[in-house]
């Protein structure tokens, strides 16, 4: 683990030392996720336990989110209701039908290990009804066969924005750059969002048919609700599986692969996956929280260094995660 960091500036006021002086490079063989605590007033200390487990793991549990239950719950009730619908009501929204990736994807639609079968899951994605970009474009269920589920999900979606938003200064302040550096980057967010139904698996295990097959997320950091039932693993550097299951009243941060790019492997995305073999059925909400369309994924000053060139091609990030959202879903054109 990282010894403590915070530099004393001799008036009181700690600032962090550059992150590239830290890096373990993915040599942690973390056992468990931390749980960061939103409630900290200190926000050097918050963003010194952030940037602890953004360097060795890559995933935290947050609580003290803020996020009222009561949107939680609604939301995962449109999700129950959702994939309760006849199938071809689903069908009719098929993903693969929208040029921005909106829209249902039936169980084994998509495979995110390309070694794999097909993921069993079934996914309703939908993103922000303001953004202007490429990506923009919801497809809904009619009215009248789920009434206010488009209220309820946009609601939950626009409160977990407001969690992410609260993040990135964080985030800013966990890489030794200025609070407000991502503020013009998050404008108009092409944030995903998805509703998630695992069915349980039983009898006999197929490793090529999982939940959802190992994987690392494509955009900045994905805030995760999940319901009570335990599904999630997550890989360290030993390549172990450590189980993420649910912990009440959290969300579940990881960091993506926007992120890695910009911080330029600085910060760990990790892999993960899900295996439902609770014998019951599952229910997941990831958001996934992308820049603004036209960012460029630039190495960022603090995680460049003289050994430290910066490791990747500059690509904006709505092209990158254009990208792998293309790749995500050839195999079941
Ligand atoms: O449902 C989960 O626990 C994980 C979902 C996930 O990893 C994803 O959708 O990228
Ligand atoms: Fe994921």
Not at 210 to 218: C, E, F, K, Q, V
Request: contains cysteine; hydrophobic residues 35%.
């Amino acid at each position: 683990m990282v010894p403590p960091t915070l530099l004393s500036t001799g008036n009181g006021t700690r600032v962090l030392p550059p992150p590239t002086e830290l890096v373990l490079e993915g040599a942690s063989a973390f056992k468990a996720i931390p749980i960061i605590d939103l409630a900290e007033e200190d926000r050097t200390l918050l963003a010194e336990k952030i940037r602890e487990a953004c360097l060795n793991v890559g995933f935290f549990y947050l609580k003290n989110h803020n996020i009222p239950s009561s949107t939680i719950t609604s939301a995962l009730s449109s999700a129950h209701q959702f994939f309760g619908l006849p199938l071809s009501k689903k069908t009719a929204l098929d993903i693969h039908l929208s040029p921005s990736f909106k829209g249902y994807t039936a169980l084994l639609g998509e495979n995110t290990d390309p070694a794999n079968r097909g993921d069993l899951h079934e996914g309703f994605d939908l993103g922000s009804e303001q953004e202007q970009g490429e990506m923009r474009g919801n497809v809904w269920p009619d009215a009248a066969s789920l009434p206010g589920f488009r209220e309820r999900v946009m609601e939950y979606y626009d409160s977990v924005l407001g969690l992410g938003r609260r993040l990135f200064p964080l985030f800013a302040l966990s890489l030794s750059l200025p609070e407000h550096f991502f503020d013009n980057k998050i404008q108009h967010p092409a944030a995903i969002m998805r509703l998630l139904h695992y069915p349980p698996q039983t009898g006999p295990a197929d490793d090529r048919v999982l939940g959802i097959g190992a994987h690392t997320d494509y955009e900045c950091f994905t805030l995760l609700y999940q319901d009570s039932v335990p599904a999630l693993q997550v890989l360290n550097a030993a390549g172990q599986w450590i189980s993420a299951p649910p912990v009440e009243g959290t969300f579940v941060c990881n960091l993506g692969d926007q992120f890695a790019r910009w911080t330029n492997d600085v910060y760990v995305s990790t892999v993960h996956r899900a295996i439902n073999r609770s014998g019951r059925e599952r229910y997941s909400i990831p958001f996934f929280f992308g820049t603004d369309y036209d960012v460029k994924l630039e190495a960022l000053p603090s995680c460049v260094s003289d050994d430290r060139p910066p490791r990747y091609e500059v690509v904006t990030a709505g092209e990158y995660v254009k990208g792998r959202l293309e790749e995500t879903y050839a195999h079941s054109k």
